[in-house]
């Protein structure tokens, strides 16, 4: 299996796309509203004049069978794709400006402590391309910025099952950092092994990676919060699962037809497009006893276009969730 897959992965190498880098050198020192502004002046450059459709081509899939094209979203500390990459997984979304309000009852630290205001970029994306009938397969992307730091940044996902057949509902499901995996499709077995095989490559040992290829922890976003002080080590507190609950307000007919970006395109600015509840343990959240802990609302309309695609890079968590309290 692993030959298979390493095999595989070779040949993709030989496909080469190359993405250029516009972030200033200094991009990191601003504040976050500095980075919000320069992100945004790139994301809106290009809009799209008609919709791409379709995937990067059976070459190009391989390279999801190579373990260190995963290692690299793990890695890679930027808030812009590096030269040579293309988004194989999640390719299509819509971005928008937005802010984490996060409420008083929240008893977590970081982006998440209590009353926190964070200034954000986010990306509702499918996790493949899927054809209307299909059934869509939604995902939420969301990118705080930090003052003088790396930003922090969420992956969602309902399943790799998504909506299932004949419904096109982007808003239909919530979404987490952590889901149950359905027995997976041929394709999607050999992927998922090799995201797990990435995550054994990441250094510093099991302690020091997720846990698994389907359950990424809060541990970054809890750790610094939006001023960019940092929290101390044994005072980090992250809930085990967050939820993201689509406002059922911006939800379809599952039997539309309209393409699930446009879905995205009717949401207004100053929409609560998704709200926030945690769960403190894994008992917490299979028991459902989850916590409202804050809104994602958005601070303009959402737009499609290429650098939203082919660009925006949104880091992978790779540090476990831990208990509070525990070292």
């Not at 976050?32 to 379709?54: C, V």
């Not at 099991?206 to 976003?221: D, K, M, S």
Request: aromatic share 8%; proline share 7%.
């Amino acid at each position: 299996m692993v030959k298979l897959i390493m095999s595989l992965a070779a040949l993709a190498l030989l496909e080469v796309t190359l993405v250029a880098a516009y972030l200033p050198a200094d991009y990191q020192t601003r504040s976050a509203a500095q980075k919000q502004t320069i992100l945004w002046n790139q994301i809106i450059l290009e809009p799209y004049s008609t919709l791409p459709t379709g995937g990067h081509g059976l070459l190009a899939m391989a390279r999801l069978l190579a373990p260190t094209y995963h290692t690299t979203a793990f890695n890679r500390v930027s808030d812009e794709l590096e030269d040579g990459r293309v988004k194989l997984l999640h390719p299509y979304g819509s971005c928008a400006k937005a802010e984490l309000r996060i409420n008083a009852a929240s008893p977590y630290t970081g982006v998440l402590k209590a009353n926190s205001v964070g200034t954000a970029v986010i990306r509702p994306s499918v996790a493949a391309w899927d054809e209307i009938g299909a059934g869509l397969k939604p995902g939420l992307g969301v990118k705080v910025l930090i003052n003088g730091g790396p930003s922090v940044n969420f992956h969602t996902l309902f399943n790799t099952d998504g909506n299932g057949p004949n419904n096109n509902n982007f808003f239909l499901n919530p979404v987490a950092n952590t889901f149950v995996q359905p027995d997976p499709s041929p394709a999607t077995y050999l992927i998922v092994k090799a995201m797990e095989l990435a995550l054994k490559l990441l250094a510093g040992g099991a302690e020091a990676r997720p846990v698994g290829v389907n359950l990424l922890g809060l541990t970054e976003q809890t750790a610094v919060e939006v001023d960019g002080t940092v929290v101390p080590v044994n005072a980090v507190r992250a809930p085990f699962k967050l939820t993201w609950i689509p406002n059922p307000a911006f939800q379809v007919a599952p039997e539309s037809t309209l393409d699930f970006r446009r879905q995205i395109e009717r949401v207004p600015s100053g929409s609560t497009v998704y709200t926030l509840t945690a769960f403190a343990t894994q008992a917490d959240a299979d028991s459902n006893n989850g916590v409202p802990i804050g809104e994602l609302v958005t601070t303009s309309e959402f737009v499609t276009t290429k650098y939203c695609d082919d660009n925006l890079y949104l880091q992978h968590a790779r540090r476990p969730w831990r208990a509070f309290g525990q070292s």
